[in-house]
């Protein structure tokens, strides 16, 4: 299947993962998204004890190799931890630096409360040029008070951007957690696919809280190989050094040697590159060594796993207003489609 990102439907999936509500700890609604559209493609599908999604699409019985494809539901975002007299919410961040935050948008806990993320502000600030830190910000959801705001019950809960989803520009999506919808919006095209081996799609919980729930999914799985889909950061700016620019959006998927957490296996990388090379399908490595993926869990899980990662280059990661190019996303999907059916 030649499956292409402009067509509606894959727009669509899109949309919907990167709407839903998804902060490290509360993936439901994502999950079950994700449970509704892979079921009719897959021989299996389960949820196991610490919130995963893992299906099952058997091969067609001429690949004896078992593969895994992992892609993490959760959102970078914020947990309440208390509430204040004044009735706004103290917060921590999930995955989150606070240079994004003052005056963005959220939406609060499972019922949605609506909120915005307020700071001192800024003509009473003595010094203009320092940041704020998460522990200055508080969420403010309307509430008069103490009282008003704990009859709301959101203590504990998460909160998470709320953000528009839109195209605009020459080919170019905006909206929030594209870390990692696309990958599970990538993972959910390829369940309509056949290969010769067996798949396991693994959707985890908790990659930007450290990875528990690639952990507990290479245990279920034990696979042969695994291919992480990411999204990772393209800084491609002018003025930018080369070096610094990490990646850059309409250049293809990401497909590095190494980062912050992992050296991804030698054979496995070497592949995906010259299966890219060889197909004509854009690819291109980090400039910098640095962050991590669910990798890292994965690679040191069981006897140890051959791992690599393909990612989507994303402008303004881990914000409000996440900016990544149509034709990556189909050099992505391209790539993995290819390299699952190579390797057998």
Do not use: W
């Not at 727009?11 to 709407?19: D, F, K, Q, R, Y």
């Not at 320092?130 to 508080?138: F, G, N, Y």
């Not at 640095?290 to 690599?308: M, N, V, Y």
Request: net charge negative; glycine share 10%; hydrophobic share 40%.
């Amino acid at each position: 299947m030649d499956f292409n990102f402009f067509d509606k439907d894959g727009l669509s999936l899109l949309e919907s993962l990167c709407n839903s509500f998804g902060v490290s700890g509360y993936e439901h609604e994502t999950a079950q998204i994700i449970i509704e559209k892979i079921t009719p493609y897959c021989d299996s599908v389960m949820v196991d004890s610490v919130g995963n999604v893992i299906a099952l699409k058997k091969g067609k019985g001429q690949g004896n190799k078992k593969i895994m494809l992992c892609a993490h539901m959760d959102e970078v975002g914020f947990a309440i931890k208390s509430i204040n007299e004044d009735g706004t919410l103290q917060i921590d961040g999930v995955g989150m630096v606070s240079t994004v935050l003052p005056s963005k948008r959220v939406v609060v806990g499972k019922n949605r409360i609506k909120g915005v993320i307020s700071a001192r502000p800024v003509h009473l600030n003595t010094d203009k040029t320092k940041a704020c830190e998460i522990s200055d910000l508080v969420i403010d959801v309307g509430a008069k008070d103490k009282q008003q705001a704990q009859a709301l019950d959101l203590l504990g809960e998460g909160a998470c951007f709320e953000s528009e989803f839109y195209t605009f520009g020459d080919g170019l999506v905006k909206a929030k957690a594209l870390d990692d919808r696309i990958g599970c919006a990538i993972l959910c095209m390829l369940t309509k696919e056949s290969f010769d081996s067996d798949i396991y799609f693994a959707f985890t919980v908790g990659e930007e809280l450290g990875g528990v729930g690639a952990a507990a999914a290479t245990r279920r799985i034990n696979p042969d190989f695994c291919i992480v889909v990411e999204g990772t950061t393209a800084s491609d700016f002018d003025g930018a050094k080369e070096q610094d620019k990490v990646c850059s959006i309409r250049n293809g998927a990401v497909c590095p040697f190494m980062d912050g957490g992992t050296l991804y296996d030698k054979d496995l990388y070497t592949c995906i590159h010259e299966y890219a090379n060889d197909n004509g399908i854009k690819i291109q490595v980090k400039t910098k060594i640095a962050g991590g993926t669910d990798a890292a869990k994965i690679q040191r899980s069981l006897e140890g796993i051959k791992t690599a990662v393909i990612s989507l280059p994303c402008r303004y990661i881990h914000s409000s207003s996440s900016v990544a190019a149509i034709e990556d996303m189909q050099s992505m999907y391209k790539l993995i489609s290819g390299v699952c059916k190579k390797l057998k």
